[in-house]
């Protein structure tokens, strides 16, 4: 028997397409197959079978709600939740398909939907902006069910029958050479079409019994999204930035070992303990907060954990002027150093941010937050973003960096060629290099450079040599670590690739 679709199936009204592709660019960014075409909006009886035959085979079908469906009496995407609600009623009690998303204030009451959407469990999502959450829910939704009682009962039943019949499943060793090739060969061929979002290696995994567990640096830290519990819960950028920037500036801290972003936010909103979280993160001490934002006045509250007994180092609570946010972020930086067994304080500055105009700080938090989501969309906001911030302050070096690494990533996710990919990546060369004439060892914005050589000009040899120079200025950045390896994988080199 073959194995069902995995797919998600968005239904949306014409006028809701904008927050529709929202959503299918962030499920695709996460390895999720979502059937959404704005293109096949044109009808016809051919159209007309597929999107049948869609809804009839998806695993999961996602209605978009919103005040536009409810005004309308009449439209395609009526008959296609009539089909979702048929196949509903042929489903077993309690199995998920439809996950109804409300991307305005349309009452989860009265509304103008089948009887199963309202049994269903809705999800918000403001103009269509996907949440880490709902990302998390649509992939569990997707997870293969466990096996029933029964079913494990027949496999155990047929094992027995097959060792009675003395039968033995012997796979020839040359399946497993083929299987090899194709899987290499469909690695390459991703990386070739879209290159992965810049990230740090996994958690760490606990070892084999076989294997001794990895030592564990007194000098290494992880910084976990500060919580947001501010009454506007759209500011979480806010929360998310002000993390993110202490992160960046403990990172520059040549002695210290700050685990990566992607690694660290990737605990957020779990309920997961810090001795846990450390291990998997391979560190020595976590820091957790929160950031409660209201008008021009921010507490800020940062605690400094020892992982090995979970006991707090120092716990501090800063009430300031939004205009002092930087202060405190300094501040706050100091302080955890000054935990970190054997301090560094005495042998090491630490650097400070790049501009005192909030405005343009607070615009480059809500850019960093696009910038982190990935697809075309959420990169095209990014860069609109990281040049507003700059029309405040053209110097402030995070904010260049930022404009280009999204112009350099951008092409993969846009699937841009020719002059429109040189068009994008030209400014965030552009960028790069204007970063290095303020702060020379920015190893970012040499891998930009280098990035930009291999893939667009085709100067293999050069690009990979600017990337080592990067490598060498940073060794412990993750951006220039996955430039590197994505060039190995593309030249074939996968023995590089992997090391």
């Not at 001490?285 to 409660?292: K, L």
């Not at 609109?384 to 993969?412: C, K, S, T």
Request: hydrophobic residues 45%.
């Amino acid at each position: 028997m073959s194995e069902p679709t995995k797919a998600v199936f968005l239904s949306y009204a014409r006028e809701d397409t904008d927050a529709a592709k929202r959503i299918a660019e962030a499920l695709r960014g996460f390895g999720v197959e979502v059937w959404f075409d704005q293109s096949e909006l044109r009808g016809g009886d051919q159209w007309d079978t597929k999107i049948r035959s869609q809804i009839k085979a998806c695993a999961l079908f996602i209605p978009i709600v919103s005040d536009t469906t409810q005004a309308r009496d009449e439209g395609y995407f009526r008959l296609e939740w009539k089909l979702a609600d048929d196949r509903s009623h042929l489903m077993a009690q309690g199995k998920a398909f439809i996950v109804p998303v409300v991307i305005d204030d349309t009452p989860d009451s009265g509304t103008a939907v089948p009887d199963s959407f309202s049994r269903a469990q809705w999800t918000r999502l403001s103009a269509g902006v996907p949440t880490p959450a709902f990302i998390e829910q649509v992939k569990r939704l997707l997870e293969t069910p466990k096996k029933s009682a029964v079913q494990k009962a027949e496999d155990r039943g047929q094992k027995i029958e097959d060792r009675r019949a003395g039968q033995k499943s012997v796979v020839p060793a040359w399946i497993w050479v083929v299987a090899a090739i194709v899987i290499v060969a469909v690695v390459v061929r991703v990386v070739v079409l879209r290159q992965p979002a810049p990230a740090a290696p996994p958690p760490v995994v606990a070892a084999t019994k076989s294997a001794a567990p990895a030592a564990i640096s007194a000098q290494s830290v992880a910084v976990l999204a500060f919580a947001n519990l501010s009454d506007d819960k759209g500011g979480e950028f806010f929360s998310d930035g002000i993390s993110e920037e202490l992160l960046n500036v403990l990172a520059k801290v040549p002695k210290l070992k700050v685990a990566a972003r992607t690694s660290s936010f990737t605990f957020k909103g779990q309920n997961v303990p810090i001795p846990e979280i450390a291990q998997k993160l391979g560190v020595a001490y976590v820091v957790e907060g929160s950031v409660r934002k209201a008008g021009n006045k921010v507490r800020i509250t940062a605690q400094l954990i020892k992982a090995e007994d979970g006991f707090h180092v120092w716990s501090e609570t800063y009430d300031r002027e939004l205009k002092d946010i930087f202060a405190v972020q300094d501040e706050i930086a100091k302080n955890i150093l000054g935990g970190v067994k054997g301090s560094l304080l005495g042998e090491t500055e630490l650097p400070h941010l790049t501009t005192t105009k909030i405005e343009a700080y607070t615009i480059y938090l809500q850019a960093q937050g696009a910038f982190a989501k990935r697809g075309e969309i959420n990169l095209r906001e990014a860069i609109r973003l990281f040049e507003a911030a700059l029309a405040i302050d053209p110097d402030y070096v995070p904010a260049l960096v930022g404009r280009a690494q999204a112009g350099v990533v951008l092409p993969n996710y846009a699937y841009l060629t020719g002059a429109q990919a040189r068009e994008i990546t030209d400014g965030a060369k552009q960028a790069a290099r204007r970063t290095l004439q303020l702060d020379p060892q920015n190893a970012t914005a040499q891998t930009v450079i280098g990035w930009a050589a291999f893939q667009f000009d085709w100067r293999w040899e050069e690009g990979v040599a600017t990337m080592l120079r990067a490598r060498d200025l940073a060794p412990n950045d993750s951006w220039t670590w996955n430039g590197l390896g994505d060039c190995h994988r593309m030249t074939g080199d996968l023995v590089q690739a992997f090391k």
